[in-house]
Structure formats: C-alpha cells, structure tokens
C-alpha cells in the first residue's frame, strides 16, 4: 500500500513524487512513455519556475548546456516592450528554454533519487474503488500482464486528456475554446536571441535559444487558418515572420535551418477541472489549463505541484485532514492562477482588448513599467499590483497618455 500514486511522471507528476518522497511518503509514479522523450511544448520557463527548480537543487542541471536569455523582445502589433525582469529574489537573472527530453528526464531521475519508486512505460488503464473513495490504479507495461496498486491517494499529473480525471468524472467548472494553431521546430543559424512578437493579422512568432545550439520557432494563427496552412509550412513560418519583422525574415531566409520535423498542434482548450475528491486529486494540465501563448504551463506546474505536495503532507502526516487541505488545494490554486489565466485567455486571442492595449502602450513608454511588465510575465511582480487603479493612473499620467484611451478596469470587452 502507497501513500501516493502518481499517474504521469513530467513537469507536475516528477516534482510531486520527488516532494513527497522528500518528506518520507510511500510514492509510487507511473508513465506510460519512457525517459527521455519528448512532448509537445515550446518550453519556455520563468523566472518564477527557475525559482521552484533552483529551491528543488535541480536548477544547475537544468541550465547545464542551455543558453541563458537575458534580454526579451516583446511586441504586439506596434508596441514593443524589450527589456528583462529584475532578478528574482532568489538571485535569477535569465530564463532557460531547455528541451523537455532533458528537462523531463532530470525531473523524473529527481523523482527517482528521492526514494519514489517510479515505472516507466507503464499504462494506467483504470483506477481502483473502495466504495466512493479512489483506492489505487491498474495497468500494465506494454503488454504485459495486468497488475494493481493501492494507495491513499491517487493524482493525476496525466496531461490534459487526463485519464483519472475521466475516470472519476472531473466536472470542468470553466472555460473556452483555444484560439490558435501551432507549428513549431528547431533551427541551426538562427541567432536572433527571444522574440516574443504578435499582430499584423491574427498571428504570432515566438523564437529562443535551446540545448545543442539549436533555436525554437514557432508560429501560431488562429484556428481556422490550419488546413491552409498545412499544405506548405515552411513558407508559413517564412510569410509570418517576414510579415512581423521582415529584417528577421531576411535573416530566416538567410541563415536559418530547419534540422527537425516540424510539430503542428491545435491547442487544447482552456479549462479549470474540478481537482480533488475522495482519494484522488489532479494536477498540472490535468486539472488547469489555458492557452500556451504565455507560456505558463511548466511554471504553473511546479508551482501548484508544490502546493500540492505541502497540503498532500500536511494530511498523510495528520496535520489536518484531506477534507480541509484538497479544497484548500483547488481555492488556491485557482485564486493564484486568475490573472494569468485570464490576461492568457484574452491575449492568445492574438488581437488585445481596449483595456490590454492601452495598458501595454502606455508600459512601453515607461523604463520603469516595461521592467515591471516583464516582472509580471516573469511571475516575480504582483498582477493586482500591475494592474491595479492606482499604478495604471499614475502610468498614464506619467507618460502622458491620451485621456480618451486610458483603461483602468479591465471590463474584459473585445475592440
Ligand atoms: C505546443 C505547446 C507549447 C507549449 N509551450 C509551453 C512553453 O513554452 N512554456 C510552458 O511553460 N508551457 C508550455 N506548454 C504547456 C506545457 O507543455 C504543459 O502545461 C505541461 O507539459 C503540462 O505538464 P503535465 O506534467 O501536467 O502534463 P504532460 O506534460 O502532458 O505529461 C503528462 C504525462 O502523463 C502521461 N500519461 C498520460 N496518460 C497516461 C496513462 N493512462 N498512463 C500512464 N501515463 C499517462 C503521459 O505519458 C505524459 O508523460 C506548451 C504546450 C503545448 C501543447
């Protein structure tokens, strides 16, 4: 009998049996793939995220042999804000883009080290009952024969497509539809540092430097536009980034070279599943999703699988029963996670809102507020700080901006 069964062994299901075995729990964790692979990701990860990797011991690991971006250029249509946070309290000063075949594998190994026992290639194909109460999962590696394991608690760190949360019903109490499409691969000869760049008709390029001196690029449009896009897509990316930045295009055309096959994707939905319930709970993408344009979804993932694994020991150590600690889990979660999930939803649109726009502007036109911009991207400044009424007067006051176009209630309406 486990304390904990894990079902997903990434960047929520690692960290959480890594903590909890830290802490002396029985954990066991299970994935049906194998380490090191990849997955479908861009995996840019903040500040905020580093933070959680460096408070884990893992962080040295993890930038070994990944290029450090210290400096962002972000614009949407014809504003440009870039800049770099401040360093985090904690004293980091870059973001680190590494490969999910690496930084899956460290998390998982990690996992490992701490005493998890922790099977690989194995397929979760039910859970177990007792009564009401989630009592363990069946499975089985390959095609081997069937096999079952109790425990207290069984979470689901399984991605979206979450089997434990269709196994147990998981209502998702909010949500809308993803707006986009992506195509993304890596590249030799492109050293054009991070971009971050949206407009000029609904579309989106993203770059950055990644392990094996290679760089991420990444298109994104809206939905509707994928079929077409599909029938050439290196032409694709060419016409949208010779349409946001032509002088990159140039240097694309120039220089760049695709050594990968490219990953296209329609994005999952946004959504907020319900996350606890009798023995089971989930996790990461499981339980909270939206829209990758932000890239929050590995940074959100550490965080909440802290969270988790904090209110997951309390109980085991009977502290306070699950009872009070898994409501506490979701309230949290979702109480932290509601700006970026929102300024993510709006954003990703790939057109920003009245209120968006002038807020962006009047930062860029700011030393000061673009600093703090990019402290809020970086998950290091307080959004109800950034967005609050009295910053936003005060910024367009000093940036004198045009009385008719200051926003400083987000009222969430489209232009
Ligand atoms: C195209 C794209 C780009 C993105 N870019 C970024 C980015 O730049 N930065 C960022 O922070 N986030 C990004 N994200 C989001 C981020 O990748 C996810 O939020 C993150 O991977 C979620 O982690 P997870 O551990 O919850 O789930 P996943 O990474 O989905 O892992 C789930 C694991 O569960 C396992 N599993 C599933 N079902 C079973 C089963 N039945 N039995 C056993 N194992 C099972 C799977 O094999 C998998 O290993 C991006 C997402 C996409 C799709």
């Not at 959504?271 to 999703?289: I, T």
Request: glycine share 10%; aromatic share 12%; net charge negative.
């Amino acid at each position: 009998m486990y304390d904990v069964i894990v079902v997903g062994t990434r960047v929520a299901g690692s960290p959480l049996a890594m903590l909890l075995a830290r802490q002396g729990h029985r954990v066991l964790a299970v994935d049906r793939a194998s380490f090191p692979s990849d997955t479908p990701s861009t995996h840019y990860i903040h500040q905020a995220g580093l933070g959680f990797l460096k408070s884990w011991g893992l962080l040295d690991a993890v930038a070994a042999g990944c290029p450090p971006i210290r400096h962002l250029n972000f614009t949407y249509t014809d504003i440009a804000i870039p800049g770099m946070a401040d360093p985090s309290a904690d004293g980091i000063d870059a973001v680190y883009c590494p490969r999910r075949t690496v930084l899956d594998k460290i998390l998982v190994d990690a996992a490992g080290e701490s005493g998890a026992e922790v099977i690989e290639g194995f397929t979760v194909t039910g859970l177990l009952r007792d009564g009401d109460s989630v009592a363990g999962i069946r499975g089985r590696v390959g095609d081997g024969p069937e096999q079952e394991f109790r425990a207290k608690l069984v979470v689901g760190a399984d991605g979206s497509n979450s089997i434990v949360a269709k196994e147990v019903g998981a209502a998702t109490y909010e949500g809308s539809p993803a707006a986009c499409f992506i195509y993304y691969s890596y590249y030799e000869g492109v050293d054009w540092g991070m971009h971050h760049r949206t407009g000029f008709g609904e579309q989106q390029f993203a770059s950055w430097p990644t392990n094996d001196d290679l760089a991420l690029v990444a298109v994104m449009r809206k939905r509707d536009r994928f079929r077409d896009f599909r029938t050439d897509p290196d032409a694709g990316v060419q016409e949208i980034v010779d349409q946001i930045d032509p002088e990159i295009g140039a240097r694309l055309r120039e220089t760049g070279k695709r050594v990968e096959p490219f990953r296209p994707m329609l994005y999952p939905d946004n959504y907020r599943r319900q996350s606890f319930g009798p023995g089971w709970a989930l996790v990461g993408d499981a339980g909270y999703h939206k829209d990758p344009f932000t890239g929050w979804g590995i940074t959100d993932a550490f965080k909440y699988s802290q969270l988790l694994a904090d209110l997951v020991h309390e109980s085991l150590s009977g502290a306070r029963p699950f009872a009070e600690t898994m409501p506490e889990y979701q309230r949290e979660r979702d109480a932290q996670s509601a700006s970026t999930y929102e300024l993510t939803q709006s954003i990703s649109e790939l057109t920003l809102t009245p209120y968006y726009d002038s807020v962006f502007r009047a930062a860029s036109m700011s030393e000061h507020y673009s600093k703090k911009f990019f402290g809020l991207i970086a998950g290091l400044y307080p959004p109800d700080k950034f967005f609050g009424e009295a910053e936003l007067t005060a910024l367009y006051e000093e940036v004198n901006f045009p009385v008719a176009d200051r926003h400083v209630v987000n009222t969430g309406v489209s232009a």
